[in-house]
């Protein structure tokens, strides 16, 4: 059964840190693209960056180019998303899933459209207050 589990999820004040993971299961990892999104409370789910199959490519949403980095470890069937310089309104819900489209880190607008994405974990609360 293919399973996404994100953690690393909590409470940390402005301009903090923190990593969360995506742990895949039950299909094979690196056949896929794994993007991150987030949703805000009373807001829209919006993508935020994306990874390719061997982490060679990657794409961000201009809100989190330059403070939020995603690696991958496909021996480990995991990707980490280290986010820094946190802000409130990074706050929300974060969502890894997973796409078997090609190209999609090529561009920014099918990287983070959650239609591109077939399978997705059920999320992590991070939330930024002082």
């Known amino acids: 059964q293919l399973q996404l589990v994100e953690s690393g999820g909590g409470s940390v004040q402005p301009g903090g840190s923190r990593r969360l993971s995506c742990t895949a299961s039950g299909f094979n990892f690196d056949d896929y693209i794994i993007g991150w999104f987030r949703q805000a409370p009373g807001k829209e789910r919006e993508g935020i960056l994306c990874i390719s199959r061997l982490g060679g490519g990657t794409t961000y949403a201009d809100s989190v180019k330059g403070r939020f980095t995603v690696t991958r470890d496909n021996s480990k069937n995991t990707v980490y998303l280290q986010m820094d310089g946190l802000k409130p309104e990074d706050t929300g819900v974060y969502f890894c899933?997973?796409?078997?489209?090609?190209?999609?880190?090529?561009?920014?607008?099918?990287?983070?459209?959650?239609?591109?994405?077939?399978?997705w974990g059920q999320g992590t609360q991070v939330t930024v207050s002082s």
């Open positions: 899933a997973a796409s078997s489209a090609a190209g999609i880190t090529l561009i920014q607008t099918r990287c983070v459209s959650d239609t591109e994405y077939s399978y």
